[in-house]
């Protein structure tokens, strides 16, 4: 079992930038595919990210594709999400989650219940 902690987030103007994390404990990282997904309020999950345990594979949702990347550093237990020219639509709680095995196809990274471990969640707030 991997408990998920994220961290990173905060309020922040339209056109700034955030770096979120995830540290994971209990077992390593490097067992894990990892997303991150994000929830606004009033409406559904939704897929931001992802990425493999060794870091070759990643796949983005297309309402973020070219503004964010995700990356990992399995030595220190941490998955990151770099987000770049945040827009208001953005605001949402990220979270980050856990899933074991290895997967080449962009449908095993996108499915939120798919993914067996979850992150409590943080907040980010863009201004407009």
């Known amino acids: 079992q991997v408990l998920l902690v994220e961290s990173g987030g905060g309020l922040v103007q339209a056109g700034g930038s955030l770096r979120l994390s995830c540290a994971a404990s209990?077992?390593?990282?490097?067992?894990?595919?990892m997303g991150w997904f994000r929830q606004a309020s009033g409406k559904e999950r939704e897929y931001v990210a992802g990425?493999?345990?060794?870091?070759?594979?990643?796949f983005y949702g297309d309402s973020v594709r070219g503004r964010f990347t995700i990356s990992r550093d399995n030595a220190k237990n941490t998955v990151y999400l770099q987000m770049n020219s945040l827009k208001p639509e953005d605001t949402a709680v990220y979270y980050c989650?856990?899933?074991?095995?290895?997967?080449?196809?962009?449908?095993?990274?996108?499915?939120?219940?798919?993914?067996?471990?979850w992150g409590q969640g943080t907040q980010v707030t863009v201004s407009s």
């Open positions: 209990g077992r390593t990282l490097s067992t894990y595919t």
């Open positions: 989650a856990a899933r074991e095995g290895y997967y080449s196809s962009r449908q095993y990274y996108t499915r939120a219940p798919d993914y067996r471990y």
């Open positions: 990425i493999s345990k060794d870091s070759s594979i990643i």
